[in-house]
């Protein structure tokens, strides 16, 4: 079983940036790959990054690539996402999850065991 709680969201301008935080807890925190997907008002829930146990292998999705940066560390049992010009379509719950894929599956919303509650994402334009 594994715990997971974000934090770091809020209200911000249009090109500005935030870093949310998603810290776990209840297992072996390294033994998981990490990944955070969103969910806007009437919309499905998307991907937006993942990162493997290791942190070698990361993917993003192609709307946040070049803005959004992932990363973990393990000795905190914590995995971030810094987003940097963020765009009012960026508004969202944002949520991380953790799961066991493979690292070609780390982009797939099923193959994550784990959920945190998700922590919104409001950008104005």
């Known amino acids: 079983q594994v715990q997971l709680v974000e934090s770091g969201g809020g209200l911000v301008q249009a090109g500005g940036s935030l870093r949310l935080s998603c810290a776990a807890s209840?297992?072996?925190?390294?033994?998981?790959?990490m990944a955070w997907f969103r969910q806007a008002p009437g919309k499905e829930r998307e991907f937006v990054s993942a990162?493997?146990?290791?942190?070698?292998?990361?993917y993003y999705a192609d709307s946040v690539k070049g803005r959004f940066t992932i990363s973990r560390d393990n000795a905190r049992n914590t995995v971030y996402l810094q987003m940097n010009s963020l765009k009012p379509e960026d508004t969202a719950v944002y949520h991380c999850?953790?799961?066991?894929?493979?690292?070609?599956?780390?982009?797939?919303?099923?193959?994550?065991?784990?959920w945190g509650q998700g922590t919104q994402v409001t950008v104005s334009s």
């Open positions: 990162i493997n146990r290791s942190g070698v292998t990361i």
């Open positions: 209840g297992s072996t925190f390294s033994s998981y790959a």
């Open positions: 999850a953790a799961g066991t894929p493979r690292n070609f599956l780390l982009r797939t919303e099923s193959q994550y065991n784990y």
